[in-house]
T-cell receptor
Framework: DTGVSQDPRHKITKRGQNVTFRCDPI?????LYWYRQTLGQGPEFLTY????????KSRLLSDRFSAERPKGSFSTLEIQRTEQGDSAMYLC????????????????FGQGTRLTVV | RKEVEQDPGPFNVPEGATVAFNCTYS??????FFWYRQDCRKEPKLLMS???SGNEDGRFTAQLNRASQYISLLIRDSKLSDSATYLC???????????FGQGTTLQVKP
């Protein structure tokens, strides 16, 4: 399967625990995005990378959230001291970079990691 | 004001109907635009890109109005299988950040 893969697909954790999610993008894609989605809402931007560089992190994201992409390939998203409000679907997507003459760079999504904090 | 705004619906239409969704975006530097489709409990998937001159793909037509910062999606001859949430997506220019609207839910009924 050459699409975006995320692991785990589901995670149930107790409030206060730390969780880490992994995303493997499509191999030739150097842009990688993390989104969070709750029921009835569109995906909410969390952060994104070009290669190993984190280009932006949402101001809505607390310091409990951190993401890395150490070698410019897979990425991890960690949530520390989870709260019930963190329960959501966490989506990863990858794309080619925007550049001159190639503006319509669609993003391909993984199937997501559904987090439930109890 | 949200960066990308959509009417959440739901839109309930009979089979065969024509339905139109609208989307507005706030950042005039936005460079590329897309419509994604999301089925219940699935990941979003690209439906179509939106080009400046407007584009059509079968029963689906997308339009872009840069002056009004407005995007639309028209679905003709609706099918039951068109029932889904349609997400308007904007790429914020040089930053490349993709921003999603809230999504518009479509329910096509027999």
């Amino acid at each position: 399967d050459t699409g975006v893969s995320q692991d785990p697909r589901h995670k149930i954790t107790k409030r206060g625990q730390n969780v880490t999610f992994r995303c493997d993008p499509i191999s030739e894609h150097n842009r990688l995005y993390w989104y969070r989605q709750t029921l009835g809402q569109g995906p909410e931007f969390l952060t994104y990378f070009q290669n190993e560089a984190q280009l932006e992190k949402s101001r809505l994201l607390s310091d409990r959230f951190s993401a890395e992409r150490p070698k410019g390939s897979f990425s991890t998203l960690e949530i520390q001291r989870t709260e019930q409000g963190d329960s959501a679907m966490y989506l990863c997507a990858s794309s080619l970079p925007v550049r001159t003459g190639l503006t319509n760079t669609e993003a391909f999504f993984g199937q997501g990691t559904r987090l439930t904090v109890v | 004001r949200k960066e990308v705004e959509q009417d959440p619906g739901p839109f309930n239409v009979p089979e065969g109907a024509t339905v139109a969704f609208n989307c507005t975006y706030s950042n005039s530097a936005s460079q590329s635009f897309f419509w994604y489709r999301q089925d219940c409990r699935k990941e979003p998937k690209l439906l179509m890109s939106v080009y400046s001159s407007g584009n059509e793909d079968g029963r689906f037509t997308a339009q872009l109005n840069r002056a009004s910062q407005y995007i639309s999606l028209l679905i003709r001859d609706s099918k039951l299988s068109d029932s889904a949430t349609y997400l308007c997506v904007v790429n914020l220019g040089n930053t490349g950040k993709l921003i999603f609207g809230q999504g518009t839910t479509l329910q096509v009924k027999p």
